[in-house]
């Protein structure tokens, strides 16, 4: 599955995520879910490089994470913030109670570029050897428990308010959108 977490690596403790599956651009609302599937993957991954003994490992670990985030996420962000949310904003009601959810989203530090950036510093850190430090621990966690926010509120009322709500043309602009961001 799209996503999923596999081992690799001569030693076999190096991990890799799944790429997502470029024909379901097709389907951009299938798209943003799986890219939430992988999001979690990286997350849980980050629950362990806090406490990973092995410097190889963490390091494997922290630059998997910095390159989801420079590429993934931030291709993930633009896709809700230039292309999902403008149309929920045309499309919804004031009764579907968009405009809160929204707000709740770009409050979460994990939203902002500043706090990514943060995060790809010190896991960088990482990369090159370095002990994880009290300050590299907090840092993470309070990233991931962020992320996991996020990933809440669009999974239980974003998402299934896009599906209730976006036309097929609106589908077909999304996912044009987002195919013309991968190339
Ligand atoms: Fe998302």
Redo the contacts with the bound molecule.
């Keep these: 599955m799209a996503g999923a977490v596999t081992k690799g690596g001569s030693g076999g403790n190096v991990f890799a995520i799944g790429a997502a599956d470029p024909r379901l651009l097709a389907e951009p609302l299938d798209y943003?879910e799986t890219?939430?599937y992988r999001?979690r993957a990286v997350l849980s991954l980050l629950e362990r490089f806090v406490s990973e003994p092995k410097p190889r490992v963490r390091a494997a670990t922290a630059r998997l994470a910095v390159d989801f985030i420079r590429s993934d996420l931030l291709l993930?962000?633009l896709d809700?913030n230039d292309g999902l949310f403008p149309l929920l904003r045309i499309r919804c009601d004031v009764a579907d109670g968009l405009d809160r959810i929204l707000a709740r989203i770009a409050e979460e530090p994990a939203r902002g570029a500043a706090t990514c950036a943060e995060i790809v510093r010190k896991l960088l850190a990482a990369c090159h050897g370095r002990a994880v430090g009290k300050g590299v621990r907090v840092a993470v966690e309070r990233f991931v428990g962020s992320q996991r926010r996020?990933?809440a509120l669009?999974d239980a009322f974003v998402l299934p308010l896009a599906r209730q709500r976006l036309t097929d043309a609106d589908r077909s602009w999304l996912s044009r959108q987002m195919s013309e961001r991968r190339q």
């Design positions: 943003l890219e939430h999001m993930h962000v809700e996020l990933l669009e």
